[in-house]
């Protein structure tokens, strides 16, 4: 099992999970994080840490998440250290569908 990243952190990019990672399992694209599943240790330590609750176990359900975040952390450099969170991030923290709206592969 391994933990994801949801469409909640798109917009926001709070960091705070950044700096409880044991393991750098966190990769930084244009306006969200991923985690890389094969790094990720499935400790946990994340979840409670993230202001917008965009951190979650794996489940069947969102296994599409799963292989996002895994496409993403192929392609996004790690990020090891805290950043201040995307100008507007309370803004968009709690709306709903981001990833068809907002989402950058950058």
């Not at 965009?54 to 895994?70: D, G, K, Q």
């Amino acid at each position: 099992m391994t933990y994801v990243v949801t469409d909640n952190c798109i917009k926001c990019k709070y960091t705070d999970c950044v700096k409880v990672c044991p393991v750098d399992c966190f990769h930084e694209g244009e306006n969200m994080l991923v985690i890389d599943p094969e790094v990720c240790i499935d400790c946990g330590v994340c979840v409670a840490e993230c202001p917008a609750e965009a951190i979650f176990p794996e489940t069947e359900s969102l296994a599409p998440w799963v292989e996002f975040n895994h496409k993403y952390a192929k392609e996004w450099p790690v990020i090891t250290e805290v950043k201040p969170a995307l100008e507007e991030a309370e803004k968009y923290k709690n709306e709903p569908n981001k990833k068809e709206k907002y989402f950058s592969g950058k």
